[in-house]
């Protein structure tokens, strides 16, 4: 497996044509490494968010091109894109996209479900991966029952239950207070990360600073730095 | 912690369901598109509601239809004659034009006739006992061979040719007569009549009066006639590939030779198109397909677009476009399937309930009109799911992202 998980280069995103084109990411050339907690931090509008999809392998960029795990992503074809999003990266969205309507360990289950693996295995799976994250007693909660923190925690657990090499977490405190906030990437940054694994969170909160080894900021679309973070050995 | 790595792909040794890959995905995946369903139970259940009453309209007026259909074929299908002659203007069994004798004679000359019997149909009006009068339709079957008797549940058939010997059918309309045991008897045209026996056929008349048999040359003395008396000649052919040349005999004469299902077709289509009962069943069916389409598809689209950003979720995690069009298929099949049961079930337990208080309410769910509703409900499903499908799939994961 190579070291280098993530291998973004000349990344460009343009929306728009003509006089409304709108530029929101420049050329962006990027690494991460196996074993790694990255951070891209910036003001809104900076081209965060469409970075992290090109690279997830959500959004097709108009140049450049991005290697996740040495893998080519946007020369696949569309359903080989969606297996390697499937298998290889696990996805926290900002406001976590739960199932209302399912419990907490089929919530858990549902990448399981799409690898085509068996509901009952799948789901006794989602439960170890809950309780993992500290929800062993939630598993048959449906999410409207669960605190904000704990809403974040399942969606932490669906994104790590297919256990992927590489897991992108969109403004994972937003919607918590900063104690909350702060346990959960704590917790992230000591459960969840390994010498194997690649942790690409998008933020601007600063309090949660602390848990990164490196912290990217981007400004206007482009990269215009990068520095060690104070979870750098 | 220990947390086994692996290489890209499924890697952990989770067991798949014994029917395979491609089984166990659609599986696994249904099983997530039903619990989505069921558990948002407002909208299931408005969904299953818009759908059940609109089964339950189709079905009720399509089965009204059929029911009337088979009370005024009721003659036709209760005698049993391979082929009928008929003058070409009959448009319904009740309404027969006599025909003079020689059709009998011509029919019972020509090659591929086995035998053939005359049938007298007519309307009497019967005074009973009590000194009241009641309309009744008499049947007279031919003497010699009493082809197209019915089956006695009390009496002996032979009785028939004693004096003034009927049969009364014990059906719907059979209280109209008083209930008359054997032996009861009534006056028809100043003529003494006396049941002799008492019948059951499969299907009672369409105009709700009692039927008597009785035999033929009892029958032309006892009603009024025309000129001619012969109402229907029942052929019996000596194969079926004999019916074409009768049927092109017959038409040499003038008259028409129907199998038992033209006949019964051609009274369905004068009722039909000729009627306006047709045109009513027509909009009233498409009137239920329209209010069963407009609610279900309504509450559908409006539960796939609550569930648009978890859909846009999955693909975003790896659900392929053809995932989600096959939850949504389940989904829509689910319902439609589901609120057609409730909905047949719903008409059935109306027509048991009718039939209490009215027994000759004419109603009957055939296979036809179920055929007619499924693919009814399955349109309403599949223009549903279209629309919820187009949005779906149209959805971008990067939307997801950006909350």
């Not at chain 1, 196996?34 to 997830?56: A, D, H, R, W």
């Not at chain 2, 008499?138 to 089956?151: A, H, K, N, Y």
């Not at chain 2, 028809?188 to 040359?217: C, E, M, Q, W």
């Not at chain 2, 279209?386 to 959805?395: D, E, P, Q, T, W």
Request: include cysteine; hydrophobic fraction near 45%; glycine fraction near 10%.
């Amino acid at each position: 497996m190579p070291d280098v998980a993530i291998q973004a280069e000349g990344l460009t995103k343009w929306f728009g044509v003509g006089e409304a084109r709108t530029v929101a990411v420049r050329g962006v050339t990027f690494e991460a490494r196996c074993g790694e907690m990255v951070y891209v931090v910036g003001p809104s509008g900076s081209g965060k968010t469409t970075l992290l999809s090109m690279i997830s392998g959500i959004l097709r960029p108009n140049e450049g091109t991005v290697r996740l795990q040495g893998i080519d992503v946007w020369s696949l074809p569309e359903n080989r894109i969606a297996d390697l999003r499937l298998n290889t990266v696990g996805f926290v969205f900002q406001d976590y996209h739960l199932f209302p309507r399912l419990t907490t360990a089929e919530n858990v289950a549902v990448p399981l479900v799409l690898q085509r693996h068996a509901w009952n295995a799948a789901l006794a799976e989602a439960k170890r991966c809950l309780a993992l994250v500290g929800l062993g007693n939630r598993v048959d909660l449906r999410p409207n029952k669960l605190s904000g923190g704990e809403q974040q925690r399942v969606a932490i657990a669906r994104a790590i239950v297919s256990k992927p090499d590489i897991l992108v977490l969109d403004e994972p405190t937003a919607s918590l207070d900063g104690d909350t906030g702060r346990k959960i990437i704590e917790f992230v940054r000591k459960d969840i990360l390994n010498d194997k694994r690649c942790i690409l969170v998008v933020t601007h909160d600063e309090r949660i600073f602390e848990c990164a080894d490196r912290i990217a900021r981007m400004e206007d679309g482009c990269i215009t730095g990068i520095a060690a973070g104070e979870a750098h050995a | 912690m220990p947390w086994p790595l692996s290489r890209r792909g499924v890697r952990r040794p989770l067991p798949r369901t014994p029917i395979g890959i491609w089984g166990a995905a659609v599986l696994g995946i249904l099983k997530i598109a039903y619990k989505l369903l069921v558990n948002d139970r407002g909208k299931f259940i408005a969904l299953l509601v818009g759908i059940t009453f609109s089964v339950f309209l189709m079905i009720q007026m399509t089965s009204m239809f059929s029911g009337m259909m088979k009370k005024a074929s009721a003659t036709v299908t209760n005698t049993g004659a391979k082929v009928w002659i008929l003058d070409r203007a009959v448009t319904n069994v009740a309404a027969s034009i006599p025909m003079p004798d020689y059709v009998l004679d011509a029919a019972r000359s020509m090659k591929g006739v086995k035998y053939a019997v005359p049938l007298y149909s007519g309307v009497g009006l019967a005074k009973l006992q009590d000194g009241t009068y009641q309309a009744v339709t008499v049947i007279g079957l031919d003497d010699t061979s009493l082809f197209g008797r019915p089956e006695l549940i009390a009496g002996k058939i032979e009785d028939i040719y004693g004096e003034n010997g009927f049969v009364v059918v014990k059906d719907e309309e059979y209280v109209k007569l008083h209930n008359p045991a054997m032996g009861s008897e009534f006056e028809i045209n100043d003529h003494r009549g006396v049941i002799v026996g008492i019948a059951k056929v499969p299907a009672s008349g369409l105009f709700g009066i009692p039927t008597l048999y009785t035999t033929y040359s009892r029958a032309v003395q006892t009603i009024p006639s025309m000129r001619f008396t012969v109402s229907y000649v029942l052929v019996e052919p000596v194969d079926a590939q004999s019916i074409p040349a009768i049927k092109a005999g017959i038409a040499k004469l003038g008259y028409e030779a129907l199998t038992e299902a033209e006949f019964v077709d051609k009274i369905t289509n004068w009722y039909m198109f000729r009627t306006g009962m047709g045109m009513n069943l027509l909009l009233m069916t498409a009137i239920s397909f329209v209010v069963g389409l407009s609610i279900s598809g309504q509450t559908f689209y409006s539960f796939t677009l609550e569930n648009l950003d978890k859909f846009g979720a999955l693909k975003a995690i790896g659900a392929k476009g053809h995932e989600l069009v096959w939850m949504i298929l389940f989904q829509a099949g689910l319902t439609s399937l589901a609120g057609y049961g409730l909905g047949i079930g719903l008409c059935a337990g109306l027509i048991a309930l009718a039939r209490l208080r009215l027994p000759d309410y004419a109603s009957i769910i055939t296979y036809r009109n179920l055929e007619l509703a499924l693919g009814m409900v399955l349109v309403i499903a599949a223009i549903s799911s279209l629309v919820a499908v187009r949005r779906v799939l149209r959805i971008e994961p990067f939307e997801i992202f950006r909350g």
